[in-house]
């Protein structure tokens, strides 16, 4: 069994940093791309940033230059420093993993996501 577990959310304000984690754990044979994504009150989930098993990054457009993704293969983690935070960066915050498991199968796992509330 897979599991995907984040960190490190929290209250922040604007201005501040919060640097998410995101382990993969459990029957893992491979792990291909991870990444990030959020979803705010009444708003679809959107994405943040992807990393792939070979280091090549995606951002959204309107993150580039304050967040940046990075991944510790070694530990199957990957994190999101998140900087210059403003209030509509308040959202829910979702890793993913696109993972072989044990069974050999390919497939999307999700965390159960990190709240993340900037505000003064």
């Known amino acids: 069994q897979v599991q995907v577990v984040e960190s490190g959310g929290g209250l922040v304000q604007p201005g501040g940093s919060l640097r998410l984690s995101c382990v993969a754990s459990?029957?893992?044979?491979?792990?291909?791309?991870m990444g990030w994504y959020r979803q705010a009150p009444g708003k679809q989930r959107e994405l943040v940033a992807t990393?792939?098993?070979?280091?090549?990054?995606n951002y959204a457009d309107s993150l580039k230059g304050r967040f940046t993704i990075s991944r510790d293969y070694a530990k199957n983690t990957v994190y999101l420093q998140m900087n210059s935070l403003k209030p509509e960066d308040t959202a829910v915050y979702y890793c993913?993993?696109?993972?072989?498991?044990?069974?050999?199968?390919?497939?999307?796992?999700w965390g159960q996501g990190t709240q993340v509330t900037v505000s003064s």
């Open positions: 993913n993993g696109r993972i072989r498991s044990g069974s050999g199968i390919w497939s999307d796992y």
């Open positions: 990393i792939t098993n070979d280091g090549r990054m």
């Open positions: 459990g029957r893992i044979f491979n792990i291909g791309a």
